[in-house]
Each structure stands twice: as C-alpha cells, then as structure tokens.
C-alpha cells in the first residue's frame, strides 16, 4: 500500500470548471511534487514543495494553481483547463528537496483527468 | 537531444529469459540515479536505486557507468510479472533532488 495517496482516481471535467486535486503523503517527508505524464511523453515535473513553500515551478500555466496547507497535503486548484490537459497527475513525495542524493520520489496512485 | 534517453520497445521475451535495457543521461553533473517501474495506468514504483559500484536485488541489476554516461538493468529468468515499463531516472544536479525521467521502456513477458 502506497504511503502517498491520491484523491479522486479518475475526473472527467468540462473546460468552464474549476476542480481540485489532493495529495496527502504518510511518510513524513519534507517535500512534495506534482507531476504530470501524457501518453509517450516522459513525466514533467511541475510544482516542488519544500516544508510548505513553493521551490519550483515550471512555467505551468496559471490555471493550474497548487496549495500546501502543510507538509503532508498537497492540492492542485484547477480552472479553465484546455484539452490537452487531459493526462495523468502524479503526486510524490521525498525525504527532503535540498541536499542529500539518493533520496527516491515516492507516487501516489494517479488522477486520470479528461477534459471535455 | 533528451535529458535522459531510452529505448521505448517492446522487448518481447520469453518466459526465463534475461533481458537488458540500457538508458544514457546528458548532464554529467547527476549524480543519483534510480529505475522505476510503471504497470500500466498505475504510478511509477521505485524498482532500486544504482550506485557507481552496481548493485543486485535478487534477479535485478543495476549498473551505472559515468564516463560513457549509461545505466543499464539487467532482468534475470523474465516472470510473466515483470511486465511493466522500466523508467530510468536521474538527478538534475546541484543541491536539490530534481529528478529527470526517461519515457521508460516497455517489457512484454511472453509466456
């Protein structure tokens, strides 16, 4: 059972909603990332939070809007999204952001979004 | 060119068979890598870390070659549950734990 859980598995929404996405990890990490993965295409990273500030954001769009309340959730706000914004959103968490190498990601299960 | 490149496959093998996958990396300044394995719509699992010396986990092995800049797996005697994709993974560089993901490669078991 995954340490890292994701809430819902699957959305399907039209591009005039707005939506969110929850992370909450159980592993007691201090940082937390967003990914998203399209078909054939490796995964893009696209938040990175370090002890509840944002470290890292890679040029996403502004509909895309995350929050960490604190270090064990993680959202991501979603608002007036396109088509192509249908994929597969992973959340992850690391022991730490900075320093030490060798520190793994570990996912959670996925939110398949489709965008109508 | 990627960041870091695979072989997309499949590899179709036989049951029992040993199969490798390489993947080389561009940015000379990573200095972690990982495999991670992706069953399909699932999340990427953590399959093992690779260190310069290579390391073993059972029927797996992961070995890491900085001056030509490749990682490779080796999977030995294939289950037909070993069908996944096999992402190769590094560091960014620098003081934080960015990681760059290949787009994995796809292994077929055959039974």
């Known amino acids: 059972e995954t340490g890292v859980t994701q809430t819902p598995r699957h959305l399907v929404m039209g591009m005039t909603n707005k939506k969110s996405l929850k992370c909450e990890q159980h592993?007691?990490?201090?940082?937390m990332y967003w990914y998203k993965q399209s078909a054939k295409k490796p995964l893009e990273l696209m938040f990175v939070?370090?002890?509840?500030?944002?470290?890292e954001n890679n040029s996403v769009p502004s509909r895309f809007s995350p929050e960490c309340p604190n270090s064990s959730h993680l959202f991501l706000h979603l608002h007036t999204l396109q088509p192509e914004d249908s994929a597969l959103y992973l959340c992850?968490?690391?022991?730490?952001?900075?320093?030490?190498?060798?520190?793994?990601?570990?996912f959670g299960d996925g939110t398949r979004l489709s965008i109508l | 060119r990627k960041e870091v490149e695979q072989d997309p496959g499949p590899f179709n093998v036989p049951e029992g068979a040993t199969v490798a996958f390489n993947c080389t990396y561009s940015n000379s300044a990573s200095q972690s890598f990982f495999w991670y394995r992706q069953d399909c719509r699932k999340e990427p699992k953590l399959l093992m870390s690779?260190?310069?010396s290579g390391n073993e986990d059972g029927r797996f092995t992961a070995q890491l070659n900085r001056a030509s800049q490749y990682i490779s797996l080796l999977i030995r005697d294939s289950k037909l549950s070993d069908s996944a994709t096999y992402l190769c993974?590094?560091?960014?560089?620098?003081?934080?734990?960015?990681?760059?993901f290949g787009t994995g490669t796809l292994l077929a078991v055959q039974p």
């Open positions: 690779v260190y310069s």
């Open positions: 592993l007691g990490h201090n940082a």
């Open positions: 993974v590094g560091s960014y560089g620098g003081a934080t734990n960015k990681l760059i």
């Open positions: 939070y370090s002890l509840e500030e944002r470290v």
């Open positions: 992850a968490s690391s022991q730490d952001w900075w320093g030490q190498p060798n520190q793994p990601q570990h």
